[in-house]
């Protein structure tokens, strides 16, 4: 669902393209800036639907990338989450429950299992969501540090080799490398979803600029009751 911001920019951007239209009817239309003359404002008003466009685009690319990573360790067949049990009862059928090997790994799945994931926010740049970010975050790097520890721990047993392929180092090295490739994405889709956001902020507040300034412009030359003032004073 499209949020109340995205429909307010939305009408603003409209707005701004009503004005444009407006304006280039104006006979002797002649701003003293250059920024405010019909061209101008075209060309601006596309770079402001370009920044919409592309706000949109990361909008999306962090959704699927959080979606990605909470899948790769939670509710999914091959999830993190999945694998502890299996990685447990190898150890022990190999080693032993009471053995030092499983005591070690066993401490570790102890950890993180007790380490709560986070759900990602769906908007990381509001201000009353970034603490919720940066919980979800450390969560989700903490898990991934335990996974990283019991890996470490399996490499420390020769003996370890387990039937299952995906219980066997190579395979649990992939997976543990693709945890950090998953946590290193949804970091970048966080920083590009808040620049672009930084620099639409800074459009529009020029669009706010600019609009004012040909409203006051209009006002001086066509007059306070004229068709053409009436026609955009209300923008």
Known sequence: MTSTSENSFGAKLRKAQDLVSY??????????????TVPAMSEFVNTIIEANASETSLRENYKRAVDSRLSAFRNNTGSVEKLLSPIKGAIESQYGRKSTESAAINATIKKMRATKITKSPTDPTKETKENTASQSERSFGSATQFFNDIVSTLTQFPEYDPSSEQLKLASLQETASQLTTLNDTVAQKVQQLKSIRATRLSLYAELNDRVQRIKSYVKSQYGTTSPEYILIKGL
């Open 23 to 36: 304006i280039s009817g104006f006979s002797n239309y002649n701003p003293p800036r250059q920024q405010e």
